[in-house]
């Protein structure tokens, strides 16, 4: 029976696939072809095709053979230039048995596999053989070699296998006794060899214990890629092949990632959350899902719903009694004391990570994986995000840049309505004219000023705002057309200064003002209607918001067009109401037809294509994408700086944006690098207590907090609160974007949690009293996990509550979060999910999804 060296079966095999699929009488005109460029090919494959016809004649595949592979029968036989010593494994994808070389020309010891005969009766034949050829593009230290493979005398496949003598890893770091930090630095070999696996379009699919052998010397060795499956096959559109049909549901199921449970797409990430389990495995003693045995319904459920408990909390009391920790933790050479605070932190976030359920929210690739564990060796900070109230803040802070997007608009917003003002409007160009000059003036002056600043030694800008806004009642009665320009640029004044209360109250009063004079369908009135909605949807009425959005872009579009820049600004005001209830695919939709028509409409360089542009990147950030964000976010801000200056405020707004992308792509060192910038700009045009810059100051000091420098974090914030309440108030966002940032990425990680718990109150009851209903969700739901961590169940619920009453809870993050694992079986708990889940806009930004 022929065999072949695996570099030439490499090389024949696929060749030999094609002549089978022939008739035969193609076949042999194809064999006349192709021996005239390689005669020794088609001698291969003409020897392979013989013993093909007498295999098949012998019907070798539609009978069992004589003896069963593993049978003690086998012992002795000859295997090509191998002997059969003993078994050595046997499971379901086939039996192992050492052998020797015996036909003289060296010594050694080898592993001979042949599959089973359930597997040679399916699709499982031709897996078998693809593991062959996928051992054969592998060359790695740390992946046991293939030395051979052919086929016996009595037609049984079988691979040649570099034979391991070793345990399995989690055995061998029991018995050997390693410490955290060796068991670790070991883990490292095994994600050396997966990485070289994906790297030649190779997924394991089946890593665990028993497939990562450590020999004597501590030479870490992965076996078995019997299941394995070629990337590249994943690109065809077709129907999948038989091997991916079965195969797929080959799998142990202990070690499976939910997409192989429910027959998703098998990806990269699949094997990395079989790395996250067989290090938790590792670390803890305990698998993910908890200690056995589980039924088939218990494990699907804990592989599939539940979150696993954070490491560090499985390997002490009260999950382990006082006598089983110390058992465990002497196995790890240390005392259960030490072994919860060396897995606390960094190794409970890498294997929070690598376990999430979703693929696309695990580490983007094994090297990203292998990163951050070196980076937890060398005492560095890690890339992944903690599920904590940092990661919550983090996902906050950047829901509400929406919000920024639009600022433009306070000024963007009349200039595209104008371009559609009619002969009716033309008639008073005059006085509109002559307000407009006023609204500048004004917006200028209040640019650069603060709603406390003083002006002068007793009056503040605020003052001057509100003294101006109650004169605007009296003093321009027989102008009211005048008097509406004015009561619409004060609004956006209120509006950018974050009173949204009197800037909704102005805004409305100049679009009644008007609709009176000069109709509803005017596009004036239309401009005054959509002015009005960027003063709602901060104020958590973002379903208001989208409802008068729609109906406001149904007139917009009878009257001005479906394509005119009016409309598109209403479209665009749209598509921001939307992302703030956590429909970003459907936001992400409308920004890109809106970008699309401004660039043809009005260039490529115009501000609001530059909007639009920085929005279309925005959504694809917030839809998990940042690398593609980051291209179109980047453009709209290096096209704002030449067209407009570096100072410009788009121009400043877009770069803060790239700021958090590049924060998300781990280019931590950039991103501080361009904050600081920012603030330089902003201390140099705007001084360094405007609103902007003590917000760009307050973005810095996440930035640090995220990198754990702590101390530089902390002294920021408690600098830059202050002043953001006193310039901007309790109830801005930007005031409690700070206030979070403070609880979460100092207090939280440091420890504190009692103070932690103060800044989340205030922010909470802050929340509330300036009408900002997401961000009282978000602290309350904070406030609940910080409790469940505490393991106060009623004061959690309590939060909880709250939080879903608010109307803006997510169900999914309930069920998946960590902290809140301990109250899944609550009935009030089960309860408030329901409630959440009822609730058809829910935002999701407190958990990873």
């Given at each position: 029976m ?67 592979p ?16 003993s078994?050595?494994g ?13 036909d ?16 040679l ?16 593009r ?8 293939l ?22 890893i ?58 394995a ?9 077709g ?39 067989l ?11 908890g ?16 979150e ?6 499985v ?40 376990l ?16 951050d ?10 890339y ?7 990661y ?23 200039m ?47 003052e ?10 009296k ?14 640029t ?72 479906e ?23 459907e ?18 360089d115009?501000?609001?294509?530059l ?16 690398a ?9 801000a ?25 924060v998300?792509?781990?280019r931590?060192s ?7 910038a ?20 307050s ?17 920021i ?24 940032s ?20 205030d922010?909470y ?40 009453e608010?109307?803006?809870a ?10 809140l694992h ?6 009030e ?13 829910q935002?999701?930004?407190?958990v990873?999804?």
């Amino acid at each position: 029976m022929s065999t072949l060296d695996p570099n030439r079966w490499q090389t024949v095999s696929p060749y030999l696939d094609q002549a089978l699929e022939l008739p035969e009488g193609q076949r042999t005109a194809w064999l006349a072809t192709l021996r005239e460029q390689d005669p020794s090919l088609v001698a291969d494959l003409q020897t392979f095709l013989e013993e093909h016809r007498l295999l098949a004649r012998r019907r070798f595949l539609e009978r069992s053979p004589e003896v069963v592979p593993g049978h003690p029968a086998l012992e002795g036989q000859s295997i090509g230039a191998y002997t059969l010593l003993s078994p050595i494994g046997q499971g379901g994808m086939g039996t192992v048995w050492l052998a020797r070389r015996s036909d003289g020309r060296y010594e050694r010891r080898v592993a001979v596999k042949f599959p089973s005969l359930a597997l040679l009766g399916g699709g499982g034949g031709e897996r078998f053989k693809r593991e062959g050829s996928f051992l054969g593009r592998l060359s790695h230290p740390h992946i046991a070699d293939l030395v051979d493979a052919g086929v016996s005398a009595d037609g049984q496949p079988y691979l040649v296998l570099e034979h391991v003598d070793g345990d399995p890893i989690d055995r061998y770091c029991d018995g050997v006794g390693l410490d955290v930090e060796s068991r670790v630095r070991l883990f490292l070999d095994v994600l050396a060899a997966v990485a070289h696996a994906h790297a030649n379009l190779i997924v394991h699919r089946d890593i665990k214990p028993s497939n990562v052998l450590v020999t004597t010397d501590g030479q870490v060795k992965l076996l078995d890629f019997g299941i394995a499956k070629l990337l590249e096959s994943e690109s065809s559109e077709g129907a999948g092949t038989q091997l991916t049909r079965e195969g797929g549901g080959a799998m142990t199921p202990e070690y499976a990632a939910p997409e192989q449970i429910t027959g998703g797409q098998v990806t990269t990430a699949t094997d990395v959350y079989a790395l996250g389990v067989l290090l938790y495995l590792l670390l803890t003693g305990e698998h993910p899902a908890g200690a056995g045995p589980h039924s088939a319904a218990e494990l699907v459920k804990a592989i599939v719903e539940t979150e696993p408990p954070r490491p560090s909390e499985v390997v002490g009391p009260p999950r382990l009694s006082r006598e089983a920790a110390s058992t465990n933790a002497a196995k790890r050479s240390t005392t259960s004391e030490k072994l919860q605070r060396a897995l606390r932190g960094d190794l409970d976030t890498i294997l929070a990570k690598s376990l999430k359920k979703l693929p696309r929210e695990r580490y983007a690739s094994v090297t990203a994986l292998a990163d951050d564990v070196r980076r937890y060796l060398k005492h560095e900070p890690i890339y992944a995000r903690p599920d904590t109230l940092a990661y919550r803040t983090a996902k906050f802070v950047r829901r509400n840049r929406t919000a920024v997007a639009l600022a433009s608009l306070a000024v963007l917003g009349p200039m595209a309505f104008g371009l559609a003002m009619t002969f009716q409007a033309r008639t008073i160009a005059r006085e509109r004219d002559r307000a407009e000059r006023v609204s500048e003036f004004l917006v200028d002056l209040f640019q650069v000023s603060d709603p406390g600043k003083s002006l002068g030694n007793t009056v503040t800008a605020r003052e001057v705002l509100d003294r101006g806004a109650a004169q605007l009642e009296k003093g321009l009665e027989d102008e009211p057309q005048t008097q509406a320009s004015l009561l619409q640029t004060m609004g956006n004044v209120y509006r950018h200064l974050g009173l949204y209360e009197k800037s909704e109250e102005l805004l409305e009063r100049a679009a009644v003002l008007r609709e009176r004079i000069l109709g509803k369908d005017d596009p004036l009135t239309l401009e005054s209607r959509q002015l009005e909605i960027l003063a709602i949807y901060p104020q958590g009425r973002n379903k208001e918001a989208e409802a008068r959005c729609r109906s406001l872009l149904a007139s917009a579009r009878r009257v001005l067009g479906e394509d005119h820049p009016g409309t598109l600004a209403v479209l665009n005001t749209l598509a921001v109401t939307i992302d703030n209830q956590a429909r970003p695919a459907e936001a992400l939709q409308i920004h890109r037809q809106v970008l699309e028509k401004y660039r043809r409409i009005l260039g490529p360089d115009h501000q609001q294509t530059l909007w639009s542009l920085n929005n279309v990147g925005w959504g694809l950030f917030e839809s998990g994408r940042p690398a593609e964000a980051e291209k179109l976010v980047r453009e709209a801000a290096e096209r704002s700086s030449r067209a407009r200056g570096a100072a410009y405020p788009d121009t400043l707004w877009f770069q803060q944006n790239l700021v958090d992308i590049l924060v998300e792509l781990h280019r931590s060192s950039e991103a501080e690098a361009l904050e600081r910038a920012i603030i330089e700009t902003r201390r140099r045009v705007l001084g360094p207590d405007h609103g902007d810059t003590l917000n760009a100051e307050s973005n810095l000091a996440r930035i640090l907090g995220q990198a754990k420098r702590y101390d530089e974090a902390e002294r920021i914030y408690s600098r830059v609160l202050p002043e953001l309440r006193r310039v901007r108030g309790e109830g801005h966002p930007s005031t409690l974007n700070t206030m979070y940032s403070l609880a979460s990425v100092v207090y939280w990680e440091t420890g504190r949690f009692d103070e932690a718990e103060r800044m989340l109150v205030d922010t909470y009851e802050s929340a509330r009293r300036a009408h900002q209903d997401y961000s009282a969700a978000i602290a309350s739901y904070n406030l609940a996990c910080l409790a469940a961590r505490g393991r106060d169940k009623e004061k959690a619920l309590g939060w909880l509550r709250k939080s879903v009453e608010s109307g803006l809870a997510d169900s999914d993050g309930m069920i998946q979060d960590p902290d809140l694992h301990f109250l899944q079986n609550d009935p009030e708990f089960q309860r408030l999910v329901a409630a959440a889940k009822a609730n058809p806009t829910q935002v999701t930004p407190l958990v990873q999804r």
